[in-house]
């Protein structure tokens, strides 16, 4: 299903599918290799986590869905389907 | 809503000193090299100028003042206003403000007062200097504002020591009552005072021997409770949410529009925080300043630095619409707008 995220913020359209979710991050962190993120995988095992990627994830998701995520959103999730239920439920 | 227009009172010259030490976070070694390369490429601070022990922002200032009002060719005797702004002054006791009216010699028909605001303490000045100037009609005024944040941060803490540099800056006011209005939009949330503290040291925990212990925070944090804590992630979400609508009700409110504006001149907080904010207000690359990469966060004296090193030749030839805004700690933040046409600009000073 799709659904269109537009909130007061709109900057972008951007779908609110996993797919895109994901194209997004790896847009945002260029080390990444295209493919490796998948809906279950554990963010913190693929990155080398630590506050500047928070800052980049949160500013991927306030510029794309116009949502503010917080640090606790993200303590609490542990895969990248965690972070995009998250999301979803924020735009 | 502390949405106002100041009439009346128009910029003649701006003006900022930093000091000659210059660091790059590249030798920052407490930090592995890879996370080097990543606060330099995020965060986006390559170099910092550092004060030497025992170099006061109040120093930086009276450089910064002494050279504006000489190349103003101002009479000092006409200057009966000084608003000192920092939130590292000389002394506990007393105000800086006071000790900077003497050392320039300016006359004893001076109001001097301090502030205590960082991020958005320039903005917040002006708009206490061209109030005060158009009730009052003092016809000269000096906004000295500026910081000295490398000698509060943890070497030990990654989550601030790569971040501030120091500067102080000065910036001149003259009653002209043919100056168009400058125009204001202030706001503040103290629930987020802790966000951007310095724990120990005032009134409230008075600084006692356990102020300098030492305690792990988290992965390469550790500092004391008389060093600068900050953080990240709150500060981050508190400017993403609170600086668009500001400047978008400002913009509403004296029916503008980005297009009007030569140049937004940010507080530099962090190159992605700043850009994540550019790109929300939709603004061209070549219309926002930075000088992030090379001076770092310079807390309340960013936006004049910026303005100096920046569109100095702009500034000192032509009229210019310029918007500026700061955000952080407080919480407080602002957005000014004025025009800025022939001013007196020198060349940053090395101090």
């Known amino acids: ?91 | 809503m502390a949405i106002f227009s100041i009439p009346n009172v128009r910029m003649a010259g701006i003006s900022a000193a930093v000091p000659r030490k210059e660091v790059s976070n590249l030798d920052y070694k407490w930090v592995s090299v890879k996370d080097r390369e990543m606060l330099i490429k995020t965060v986006g601070v390559e170099k910092r100028r550092v004060a030497e022990a025992g170099t006061a922002t109040s120093d930086l200032c009276f450089a910064s003042a002494e050279k504006l009002i000489s190349e103003l060719g101002w009479d000092k005797k006409e200057i009966e206003l000084l608003i000192f702004i920092s939130q590292s002054r000389d002394y506990i006791i007393p105000s800086t403000s006071g000790i900077i009216q003497d050392r320039l010699g300016l006359s004893h028909s001076c109001v001097a007062y301090d502030i205590g605001l960082g991020c958005s303490g320039w903005v917040y000045g002006v708009s206490a200097m061209t109030s005060m100037m158009h009730s009052t009609k003092i016809k000269k005024g000096l906004l000295l504002v500026g910081d000295i944040s490398t000698l509060t941060a943890s070497y030990r803490d990654k989550s601030t020591y790569p971040l501030f540099g120091d500067a102080a800056t000065a910036t001149a006011f003259e009653y002209d009552e043919s100056a168009p209005p400058i125009d204001f939009n202030l706001e503040s949330d103290g629930s987020g005072y802790d966000a951007i503290i310095i724990p120990d040291g005032g009134m409230r925990n008075f600084i006692s021997k356990s102020s300098f212990d030492y305690k792990k925070f988290g992965k390469g944090i550790y500092r004391n409770r008389f060093q600068i804590a900050l953080n990240g992630i709150e500060v981050f979400n508190f400017a993403l949410r609170e600086v668009v609508p500001n400047m978008k009700k400002l913009l509403q409110e004296v029916s503008k529009t980005t297009a009007d504006y030569d140049y937004f001149v940010f507080h530099q907080a962090n190159l992605l925080m700043n850009e994540t904010i550019r790109k929300m207000m939709k603004l061209d690359k070549e219309k926002v300043p930075y000088t992030i990469r090379q001076y770092g966060n310079t807390s309340s004296a960013s936006i004049p630095l910026t303005i100096v090193s920046e569109l100095r030749e702009q500034i000192t030839s032509r009229k210019v619409n310029l918007m500026t805004c700061g955000f952080g700690v407080g919480l407080s933040w602002g957005t000014v707008a004025m025009e800025v046409d022939k001013i007196v600009c020198p060349a940053i000073i090395d101090y």
Not at chain 1, 6 to 34: A, C, G, Q, R
Not at chain 1, 50 to 55: C, E, Q
């Open chain 1, 1 to 91: 299903m799709f659904t269109f995220a537009i909130s007061v913020n709109t900057y972008k359209l951007t779908t609110m599918t996993l797919e895109d979710f994901i194209k997004n991050i790896e847009t945002e962190f260029d080390d990444l290799e295209p493919g490796k993120l998948k809906a279950d995988t554990v963010f913190r095992e693929v990155f080398d986590w630590n506050s500047i990627n928070a800052l980049i994830l949160i500013a991927m998701v306030k510029t794309e869905y116009g949502a503010a995520i917080n640090a606790e959103d993200i303590q609490k999730s542990k895969t990248i389907n965690d972070l995009f239920e998250i999301v979803k439920s924020k735009v």
